[in-house]
């Protein structure tokens, strides 16, 4: 390594490490302090500072020691995740002023950022699967920061129950692939299959790490926690929603070599990601809270990101991974805001849609992302994929029924721009140097295709019909019953108090980890 490599390389580790030193503050500073904020946003600031200069520092991007190794986007995730977290930290600060647990809240939060950048940096199944589950414990401290909500508990056991089950998984995917390529090393299992191709081992081991990222990632039918999690303080949903279930789909770009040769796990992920993201927007159109809204939001964007790893458009899934994070931060950081906004749109403007801009709008949002991809970076994606793009982003163009020309015009306009501002940051993100590199799965293609129709047709039927379709769209509303059945099994398999005493609820047993908190 040269001089700036040796330099960048600790710099690299050097967000880890001083959110490690923020998840000890809290012992180094006494209870009540004012310093215990002030001392985690410094260290957040120049975690923030240290991944800037490591992403995007002069010389060749640095690698780091051993099983860890600073990738492109890793880096550039990096940076997302501690910018994420420093705005959190900033937020969390003036949201629980007053409360008694602050501490415990700091600590857990350095604990999910440390994790976070850990895996970030993960090139070996040790430190991957080890760093996931210190995400997914630091975790459960802040989802049960309100301990007496029992909504809150049940979500945390539930997805406590899907963590375990992920382990699991990739335990036996990490077994079978170090197995077959004698070294745990990402590298190594990359080098290998350019060599070798996957053997049936392999095969197998690439199948078991797309169930434990579906159950990280909450798609259906383990989704329900993500849900109910809404009980938690804000600022927590906003870290889980926008940061932490979005490591799934790193973690699938990461092994991209693997899923590449391996089509049942594409199809699987093809399948589960398709499913999740049509019954997810489905249910999202028919609820009225807006944070519950947001909450769906996040399984379907899931769905969607997972669908475009399976179909091997990586450098989109990085994209959609990154601009879902910003985007869903400042969603959940501003929910007031946007409710308040919301009543005063639907006080102000008509909620119903004219008939023809349900039919017309595909075609023409069809026509705009096709006519800017031939004409910005022809063969950027497959054919197909502008059809899926067109079909995603054509309810932009939804006109509401007025009388005025403007009102008609303005919204066409905006809708417009908004379609032509998103179909070129995905052409643009292609000349980023991520270190991705695509890998089309047509026969796929076309079946992701026929559901995102299904989806739309479906969408439009409930905006033109919704007395027609009254019990379709109660079925939507109820989540077709799938985290009901969730729940019931997870209760089953895993008894658990997540209720008051008080409630008629007839607990089994407590929750170790809520329980002492529970009875006071």
């Known amino acids: 390594m040269d001089v700036v490599s040796q330099v960048l390389a600790p710099i690299a580790l050097a967000p880890m490490a001083l959110m490690l030193l923020a998840l000890l503050w809290p012992r180094l500073t006494a209870a009540g302090s004012p310093r215990l904020w002030s001392g985690f946003n410094v260290l957040s600031v120049a975690a923030l500072v240290c991944a800037v200069l490591a992403a995007f520092g002069p010389g060749p991007h640095p690698e780091t020691r051993a099983w860890l190794v600073a990738t492109p986007l890793g880096a550039v995730l990096a940076v997302l995740v501690q910018f994420l977290g420093t705005v959190i930290g900033v937020f969390s600060s003036r949201y629980l002023q007053g409360e008694a647990r602050q501490p415990q809240y700091v600590a857990a939060l350095g604990a999910v950022l440390a994790a976070v950048h850990l895996l970030l940096l993960a090139d070996h199944w040790v430190v991957l699967i080890a760093a996931w589950a210190l995400v997914g414990t630091a975790l459960q401290h802040l ?97 889980l929603h926008a940061g932490v279930v979005n490591l799934g789909g790193y973690v699938l770009i990461r092994f991209a070599p693997l899923l590449e040769q391996s089509a049942p796990a594409r199809w699987l992920l093809v399948v589960l990601g398709l499913g999740t993201a049509v019954l997810a927007g489905l249910v999202m159109l028919t609820r009225i809270s807006i944070k519950v809204r947001l909450a769906w939001s996040t399984t379907a964007q899931m769905g969607f990101m997972v669908m475009e790893c399976g179909l091997g458009l990586y450098t989109l899934a990085a994209l959609h991974l990154v601009g879902h994070s910003l985007y869903k931060a400042h969603a959940f950081l501003s929910a007031s805001a946007v409710v308040r906004q919301t009543r005063l749109q639907a006080l102000r403007t008509a909620t119903a849609t004219q008939p023809a801009a349900l039919w017309l709008a595909p075609l023409v949002a069809v ?62 993100a292609h000349a980023v140097p991520l270190g991705i590199h695509d890998a089309p799965y047509h026969a796929a293609g076309v079946v992701a295709l026929a559901g995102m129709a299904a989806l739309y047709l479906c969408l439009a039927l409930l905006r033109s019909r919704p007395g027609a379709l009254a019990v379709w769209r109660r079925w939507s509303y109820a989540g077709f019953y799938v985290d009901e059945f969730y729940t019931r099994l997870t209760l089953w398999l895993w008894p658990t108090r997540w209720a008051p005493e008080s409630t008629h609820a007839t607990p089994t047993r407590a929750l170790r980890w809520a329980a002492p908190e529970a009875s006071r």
């Open 367 to 428: 026509s705009l992302v096709a006519a800017l991809q031939g004409t910005l970076l022809p063969g950027a994606w497959p054919w197909w994929w502008s059809v899926l793009l067109g079909l995603a982003w054509a309810p932009l163009l939804w006109l509401p029924k007025a009388d005025t020309v403007r009102a008609r015009v303005v919204p066409a306009l905006a809708g417009l721009l908004m379609i032509a501002g998103l179909a070129a940051a995905a052409l643009l």
């Open 143 to 239: 989802l049960c920061f309100y301990p007496d909500r029992p909504f809150a508990l049940l979500a945390a056991h539930k997805k406590r129950l899907a963590d375990r089950a992920a382990d699991v998984l990739l335990l036996a995917a990490a077994g079978l692939a170090w197995w077959s390529v004698g070294s745990g090393s990402f590298t190594g299992l990359a080098a290998h299959l350019q060599q070798h191709g996957a053997s049936p081992a392999l095969q197998v081991s690439a199948v078991l790490l797309v169930l434990a990222v579906v159950l990280r990632t909450a798609l259906l039918p383990v989704h329900g926690w993500l849900i109910q999690v809404m009980e938690a303080p804000t600022p927590v949903s906003a870290l």
